[in-house]
């Protein structure tokens, strides 16, 4: 029900737009998450987007480089990547939330998401 993509193989300081499109119900009610997962970690929490977009939340490492924002009449969420960098290699994925705060952090951990996309691979070269 959740699709990302948009991944691929890039040079460190180049840009990527990961997209996450959702299917089969609409998640506008929903708030989203983008999380990552290189090999042999943990999956982290990359942005995160309340359902209105009135509250967005970022990982440190990647906070003013990333951009995560929604469009809930296409039902899609979208993360500009810009400046990469090869720690940003990672399998990304993105999920869905029914919890309901107004303020994004609280969706900065893996647990209270309902759904999730299958995953996309990021690639930075050095």
């Known amino acids: 029900q959740l699709q990302a993509s948009g991944g691929g193989l890039v040079q460190a300081g180049g840009s990527l737009r990961l997209s996450c499109a959702a299917s089969?119900?609409?998640?506008?009610?929903?708030?989203m998450g983008w999380f990552r997962q290189a090999p042999g970690k943990e999956r982290d929490v990359v942005a995160a987007?309340?359902?209105?977009?009135?509250?967005?939340y970022y990982a440190d490492s990647v906070k003013g480089r990333f951009t995560i924002s929604r469009d809930n009449v296409k039902n899609t969420v979208t993360l500009q990547m810009n400046s990469l960098k090869p720690e940003d290699t990672a399998v990304y994925y993105c999920?869905?939330?029914?919890?309901?705060?107004?303020?994004?952090?609280?969706?900065?951990?893996?647990?209270?998401?309902?759904?999730w996309g299958q995953g996309t691979l990021v690639t930075v070269s050095s």
């Open positions: 089969g119900r609409t998640f506008s009610s929903y708030a």
């Open positions: 987007i309340t359902w209105s977009g009135g509250s967005t």
């Open positions: 999920a869905a939330s029914g919890r309901t705060y107004s303020n994004a952090y609280y969706y900065a951990r893996r647990e209270g998401y309902n759904y």
